[in-house]
């Protein structure tokens, strides 16, 4: 995996985590591989692996079973779902909006250009 400079390894690993469930790889109450497992995988810390791992239990994408290692909850799909919406409009629409007033596109040019994208 390359890891990006602008944020932490932790976060990059769950959000791969989280992708891979979207995208189906794990199924909800499917076992998922442990932290060293992952580790090995991605070539990181264990410790870096621990940290976006609790971040996910904190989350509940992700919850353990005594002995038996970390499985993907079973209203995972939901729970990233309404990170990302909430993500998509407390970040990144404030900034697209900036972008928008600085640069004098109009409602309409935005409409066309969103319709054109969804027909791709």
Not at 49 to 76: N, W
Request: hydrophobic share 40%; glycine share 4%.
């Amino acid at each position: 995996m390359n890891f990006r400079e602008t944020c932490p390894i932790y976060l990059q690993i769950s959000d791969r985590l989280m992708d891979e469930i979207l995208a189906g790889k794990y199924a909800p109450d499917e076992r998922i591989p442990g932290v060293r497992d992952y580790s090995v995988l991605l070539q990181v810390n264990v410790n870096t692996t621990t940290k976006a791992f609790d971040q996910l239990r904190q989350r509940g994408i992700i919850y353990d079973k005594r002995g038996l290692g970390c499985f993907v909850s079973p209203d995972a799909i939901q729970r990233i779902l309404s990170i990302r919406r909430d993500a998509f409009f407390n970040e990144w629409i404030p900034d697209i909006a900036q972008a928008i007033r600085q640069l004098g596109i109009t409602t309409d040019e935005l409409l066309s250009h969103l319709e054109q994208c969804n027909e791709a």
